[in-house]
T-cell receptor, first 113, second 113 residues
Framework: NAGVTQTPKFQVLKTGQSMTLQCAQD?????MSWYRQDPGMGLRLIHY???????DQGEVPNGYNVSRSTTEDFPLRLLSAAPSQTSVYFC????????????FGPGTRLTVL | GENVEQHPSTLSVQEGDSAVIKCTYS??????FPWYKQELGKRPQLIID?????GEKKDQRIAVTLNKTAKHFSLHITETQPEDSAVYFC????????????FGKGTKLTVNP
């Protein structure tokens, strides 16, 4: 199993550009989530999904869109990138249930100029 | 919503000493409390977790305690080693499940040889 994979590893954007961060998992997990990590801020939840076709907002959803058309994939879209979106983005997945481990992907380091 | 406070933000110990990191949470509905270790440039990885129906859990040199009445939980690392140096994050599940964890801001632990 590859676990949770993310592409790209690094990305530089100009203000106003759009892009999609890819996330995939091969563990047949129902739940998937996107977090951003900023220095001194821990990990903050952007969006999450409890299954194909179902998504919901987390703590910091503004400026981001998600969709979940398959169990395996959960892309994160930046519609119009802003410098405040410079961060490290982690995708995570977990099997359904309250007490299950979240597995994180390797992260995408995004810089918006 | 859930709020998680983590202290201290930095902790420096001598090799062989013990380290304790403390977290408090606000939502009494939280029932799952994982701890993640993140080495520099790597993804967060689960090291131990505890469920609300358990007061203490131990795994070799690592232990976690939970006080539901006071709404706080702690990570204890005994006989610290240089390879324990990393950033540690606590998290709480809030009213939802493990798919939308709320994280503390992290503790940078340095173990000096």
């Amino acid at each position: 199993n590859a676990g949770v994979t993310q592409t790209p590893k690094f990305q530089v954007l100009k203000t106003g550009q759009s892009m999609t961060l890819q996330c995939a998992q091969d563990m047949n997990h129902e739940y998937m989530s996107w977090y951003r990590q900023d220095p001194g801020m821990g990990l903050r939840l952007i969006h999450y999904s409890v299954g194909a076709g179902i998504t919901d907002q987390g703590e910091v959803p503004n400026g981001y869109n998600v969709s979940r058309s398959t169990t395996e994939d959960f892309p994160l879209r930046l519609l119009s990138a802003a410098p405040s979106q410079t961060s490290v983005y982690f995708c995570a997945s977990t099997s359904s249930g309250v007490w299950n481990e979240q597995f994180f992907g390797p992260g995408t380091r995004l810089t918006v100029l | 919503g859930e709020n998680v406070e983590q202290h201290p933000s930095t902790l420096s110990v001598q090799e062989g000493d013990s380290a304790v990191i403390k977290c408090t949470y606000s939502d009494s509905a939280s029932n799952y409390f994982p701890w993640y270790k993140q080495e520099l440039g790597k993804r967060p990885q689960l090291i131990i977790d505890i469920r609300s129906n358990v007061g203490e859990k131990k795994d070799q040199r690592i232990a976690v305690t939970l006080n539901k009445t006071a709404k706080h939980f702690s990570l204890h690392i005994t006989e610290t080693q240089p390879e324990d140096s990393a950033v540690y994050f606590c998290a709480a599940s809030g009213a939802g499940g493990s798919e939308k964890l709320v994280f503390g801001k992290g503790t940078k632990l340095t173990v000096n040889p």
